[in-house]
């Protein structure tokens, strides 16, 4: 079965004193162990909600999270020890999210020693956070110093051994990337793809940039204004983009684009409130196939092969599908 056994999300979000911001609707997705899905879409898309409420972090308000059978919402908000057993998250700013005045051995032992219940467990806890930090590449020497005294590549191996202490099946990474050198990206996500060949751990990768997509990722969602518009694996999803959205983005990549032949499709116009949502099809504001349709009926996810689904008219009725 999958690590993330399923995942429908409608109409969740965070729910603070003003409305509920960031909404995300209909999104649904499965990921199997050791497998990695990308999240795409440009900010404000919903991809960070989605991330949110698997971790529990924010609390759906409608929709249903199961990770290896067992639904997230069943465990209190006080009683979260097995749900972080089983997923954990890295964050995109290595330097917000480790604290700055504990030591590396303690920030990595943390979730660990939250895990423990014996005495024996805890007296083991130092030797693994040794191999922990040799695994991720870290000099295990530099286990006394503070989060300041390193780079933001090595902050951002400390967040991911952390991460691996309590052995995980799934790691939420939102944007882990995104602050760092291009040179020190790629070495993160090696690092990130060799754990997952050596642990067959699964990752929900969120990202806005489709060069690190296209570099860790099995399968790639794309979201726009917290719908998921498109979902398919990576190398259908870069070869036969169906999505108008996604034609959009990926004519947008110039690293990407010699892999394929698509047309340049630019986006005009705003990317409207997801508190004051289009009328059926939420991106026809900034799509240049619209048509009446498109402002009558909401598109639902179709199935066009290949593991590829698409929330598109355009898959009915494809000879509107020219500019
Ligand atoms: Fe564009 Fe219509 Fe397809 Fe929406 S449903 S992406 S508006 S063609
Ligand atoms: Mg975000």
Redesign the pocket.
Known sequence: GGILDRLKLDRSGLRLETPVVHAVNGVSFKINRAEIMALVGE?GCG??TVAKTIARIYQPTAGEVRIEGQDVASFGFSDLLPVRAKMQMIFQDPYASLNPRQRVRDIVAEPLLEQTKTANERAEVPARIEQLLTRVGLNTEHAGRYPHQFSGGQRQRIGIARALSVTPGLIIA??PVSALDVSIQAQILNLMKDLRDEFGLAYLF?SHDLSVVHHIADWVGVMYLGFMVENAPRDVLFARPRHPYTRALLSAAPSIKTKRDIEEIVLSGEVPSALDLPSGCPFRTRCPFAWDRCAQQRPHMQDVGDGQTVACHLIDEPERDSI
């Open positions: 900010s991809k960070s939102d944007e969120i």
